[in-house]
């Protein structure tokens, strides 16, 4: 018998997305009658909501919409699993459309491992020249480190994978979204899972294509809310983030304390030296292996450090704010 599943997906303003991720869905080879499509909706005001609407109304049985006052990706989460039927759990991303076997293989990993969540890779893509350059960027190891699923690594256990396809019993055993996390509640949810004994898998046929940014200032933004939200995750669920997680705040670390110690003894001032002409070495073989063309090279060499940089600042914009600025502020309150 055919495992009834519930599609979970937080929406907010995603106009330009949202038909091709329904296209996607469409296209899924998992039978219809067999599945719900959950969209929670965090009060769009670009059009979203009124294409939702109408493609409720033509798959009535099929779709269903939820608002989501709080706005965030947990929030809908939770909202999505309460209102679920499915003996699994799909969690989906509108910002994204899917190989038709998508569902089929998330639920038949499901039926045939013991794996409590399992997901695919993530084939990112990005519309016009810059979007090109800033996906190379992001599907380079160099750029993002060992993220297996964003560089097309190998399958098996990993510590989390892109949205997953759940057990619904995962939420019983370890419990919902934390909803305290705007950024990395997969991770943290993951986490949870892996601690409580269950095997999290990456399967390289599960595949999936993700818009990325289009421009320069969206994937800087990106990179210093992912560094600033790696620093509250840790501290909520110590553990959860790994060390590649905060190799970007190394970078800058060094890039200001070096210098620093330079003025007490020149020994800095060569480590510095060493330290950046081996970036720049590195910077340039990846830049080499991902470019079609010169002007693509320059523009990713370019871009490594400022994305590397970008994410460091994040990651010290939160440990400043996190650990010292409230310590100071609860040592005051204390006095």
Request: with cysteine.
């Amino acid at each position: 018998m055919t495992p009834f599943i519930s599609v979970v997906i937080p929406v907010l303003n995603e106009k330009n997305y949202i038909e091709a991720c329904l296209e996607s869905l469409l296209e899924q080879t998992y039978p219809k009658e067999s599945m719900e499509w959950i969209f929670v909706d965090g009060m769009s005001h670009d059009g979203t909501k009124e294409i939702l609407d109408q493609w409720h109304k033509n798959h009535p049985g099929l779709i269903k919409v939820f608002e989501n006052p709080q706005k965030t990706v947990p929030f809908a989460m939770n909202k999505g699993i309460v209102e679920s039927k499915g003996k699994y759990i799909v969690r989906m991303d509108v910002h994204s459309s899917y190989y038709p076997d998508y569902i089929e293989k998330c639920v038949h990993y499901l039926e045939t491992t013991a794996a409590m969540n399992v997901g695919g890779m993530a084939e990112t893509k990005s519309r016009g020249a810059m979007g090109a350059i800033i996906t190379k960027v992001l599907s380079s190891p160099f750029g993002v480190g060992n993220s297996q699923f964003r560089i097309g690594g190998k399958g098996g256990e990993v510590d989390t994978v892109p949205f997953g396809a759940f057990r619904r019993e995962v939420f019983d055993q370890v419990g919902l979204y934390d909803e305290r996390l705007t950024r990395n509640q997969d991770n943290e949810l993951n986490f949870r899972i892996r601690k409580a004994g269950g095997k999290i898998l990456l399967f390289p046929d599960i595949r999936f294509i993700y818009y990325g940014r289009e421009t320069v200032a969206s994937l800087l933004k990106m990179a210093r809310t992912n560094g600033y939200w790696n620093v509250l995750t840790m501290k909520i669920m110590p553990g959860s983030m790994g060390l590649r997680h905060f190799i970007p705040f190394l970078f800058l670390l060094s890039l200001i304390v070096l210098p620093l110690l330079g003025l007490v003894h020149p020994f800095f001032w060569w480590l510095l030296l060493v330290e950046a002409i081996l970036y720049l070495a590195l910077a340039a073989y990846f830049s080499a292996k991902q470019a079609d063309n010169s002007k693509e090279f320059f523009w990713i060499l370019f871009l490594f450090p400022l994305f590397h940089i970008h994410y460091g600042w994040g990651s010290l914009k939160g440990i400043i704010r996190t650990f010292i600025v409230r310590n100071a502020w609860s040592e005051r309150n204390e006095r």
